[in-house]
Every structure is written in C-alpha cells, then in structure tokens.
C-alpha cells in the first residue's frame, strides 16, 4: 500500500512551467504516494491549506513554491510532528538550500521518495511562526527594494542589486540585544536572528556554521563604522560562508541562544523568512524540534561565538546578580 500525503502547489511561484512543474513532480511521486493535491489562490495560502492538513490528520505534508509558500505552510506545520516535504520552485530557494534539500524538482522529491527525516527547530517572532530567519537593519530594507518584478526577471541577483542600492544610504542605528543570561549594547547596521539560513543570507553568517537542531537561534551583528567598512564586512561574511570559517572581523559579532529581545533607536523594520513583519522591538523565541522535515542527511558543526572585540560594545552577564 502507498504512502499519502497532501501536496500543497503554488501555480504562480517562480518562473517555469506549472503545468509541467506539477506533472514531473506527480510522475515522481505517485507511483509510490497517493497525492492529495491543494492549489493555493489569491484567496486561499499555503498556510490555510497546511491547517487544514493538520487538523485531517493527514500522513504528511508537501510543498511546493517559492520560499513564502514553504515557510507559511511549514509555519502551520510546526509542532505537529506530521512529516514535510519541500519542492522549491521559487527566486532563492533558501529554505531548501539552508537544509542541504536540491532545489530541482527532481532532486526534492528523491529526497521525498527516500523518506529520510530530521527533527529541526523552528522559532516564534512576534508572536508569528519563523522557520529561517529575521533580519533587523540592512538586510530587511535590501528585502523591501528587491521588489517582485525585479525578482522574476533577475532572480537571485535582484537581491544583489538591491544590496548594493542600500549601501548608497548606509545608516548605523543602537541596538540592545538581551538573552536568557546577557545584555549586550552596541550600534549596528545589520542584526540577524537565525534558525535555519543557507550561504546566500550573508548577514546570517558570522559563526559560519547554523545548527538547526539544537534549540538555539544563531545571531549574527554586523557594526562596520562606514560604507568602506560595510562592504568589507559583506565580503568577508560571503567568504566565511563559502570557507566555513567563523568571521573574525572586530565588526562582526555571533552568538547562540534559545531567545533575545532585541530593542533599537531608531525603530528598524523586520524581514521575516523573506517578508516583512512590522519593525523593532521583537522578540524571537527558540521552538526545538518544532519541524519533522524530509532532508537527505547532514553533517553537524560545532557551535561558537565571538562579541567582545565589536565597537562599543557592552555585555551585562545576569548571571552575575545572581552570584
């Protein structure tokens, strides 16, 4: 007897073929799952149609976009222990990339096929799930230029652009970050929570290494004093993410936790798993084990972090009160 599951399909992401699209992965899948297929609309998401596979009781989730699409449906996934699959069909398919899935339609669903899972963790921001990543500062105005029209026709690079658009009005801002035993103080220009990024999410890449099972987010600080600094610092975390070697600049900081509180002056806007979430104050809070996710098997890499060489940094230890 086949497995089942429920394919979610966004007919709208990337831009290939959905018609075709939808049959290769069907003339894939089905001779060993019985596919319950759901298309999302302008009316209907991915995380409506993922509730309501929940509340079915359904064997397992699919599905299949950009990175919106995966993130929301796997957000109404999370901590239901039901199975998920991804077939990435969008820009960045840095969901799939941050979790060594292919981002072919093939690939994606040999990795289905081979039913292999991992128990990842997922995170809460602001009361909204977060499967990947938040970005305070740079990384969430760089989102915001990289419009949809851009997107399709560059891809990736329509990111790029709008990175390199950013910098023209380069801004720093002060930013208190508090965990469960520190608060830290210093000015930045890029502050990232993640819990899943792939090496494309630069800002995410100071300890060079995210551990998605862990149960901590990985934050990364980025506090150049100026545009030459900035992209010094971009390039270097480009090079930390292809190497594999945490960032050692005095300009960049990393550190691990199951949740920070982080407050800036000025208020920035928050970019959430791609889309943006309002602006600071947030709070991210760990959720281990909150994603059961069919992933071909990883390596583990060994947590670090790096904070007291940033400029004009201070770090309370609350530890200390309590001695």
């Known amino acids: 007897m086949n497995r089942s599951a429920c394919l979610i399909f966004n007919p709208v992401a990337g831009n290939g073929d959905p018609e075709q699209d939808l049959a290769q992965i069907c003339s894939i899948l089905e001779p060993q799952i019985d596919l319950d ?15 309501e596979a929940v509340g079915r009781g359904v064997d397992a989730i699919i599905a299949s976009g950009g990175d919106g699409t995966l993130s929301a449906a796997a957000a109404a996934v999370v901590g239901s222990n039901i199975p998920f699959g991804i077939i990435s069909r969008g820009t960045a398919n840095a969901f ?100 899943a990024a792939p090496a494309t999410s630069v800002f995410a890449q100071g300890p060079a290494g995210i551990i998605v099972d862990d149960g901590l987010l990985d934050l990364t600080i980025v506090a150049p004093a100026n545009k030459a600094a900035a992209i010094a610092a971009t390039f270097h975390l480009f090079q930390t993410a292809s190497t594999g070697n945490a960032a050692d600049r005095d300009d960049i900081g990393y550190l691990r936790a199951k949740q ?44 670090v972090e790096k904070l007291n060489r940033l400029p004009n940094v201070v770090i309370e230890d609350k530890r200390s009160k309590l001695l």
Not at 37 to 51: G, N, R, S, V
Not at 141 to 151: C, I, N
Not at 274 to 296: K, R, S
Request: glycine fraction near 8%.
């Open 37 to 51: 297929i759901y298309f999302t609309t302008a009316e209907i998401d991915a995380d409506q149609l993922a509730h």
């Open 96 to 195: 799939a990339t941050a979790l060594g899935i292919p981002d072919t339609i093939a690939g994606a669903c040999q990795v289905i096929l081979q039913g292999n899972t991992r128990v990842v963790d997922a995170a809460n921001c602001n009361g909204h799930p977060m499967v990947l990543l938040a970005g305070i500062g740079f990384e969430a105005e760089t989102v915001e230029r990289a419009d949809r029209e851009a997107k399709n026709r560059l891809g990736v690079l329509a990111y790029i652009l709008a990175g390199l658009q950013q910098l023209r009005s380069f801004e720093t801002f002060e930013v208190e970050i508090e965990t469960e035993d520190r608060t830290i103080k210093s000015t930045a220009a890029a502050v990232t929570v993640a819990n």
């Open 260 to 303: 920070f509180k982080i407050t800036t002056n000025p208020p920035q806007k928050i970019v959430v798993d791609g889309e943006i979430l309002g602006a600071t104050p947030v709070e991210i809070h760990c959720i281990p084990g909150g994603l059961n996710i069919f992933v071909p098997l990883t390596e583990e890499v060994e947590p």
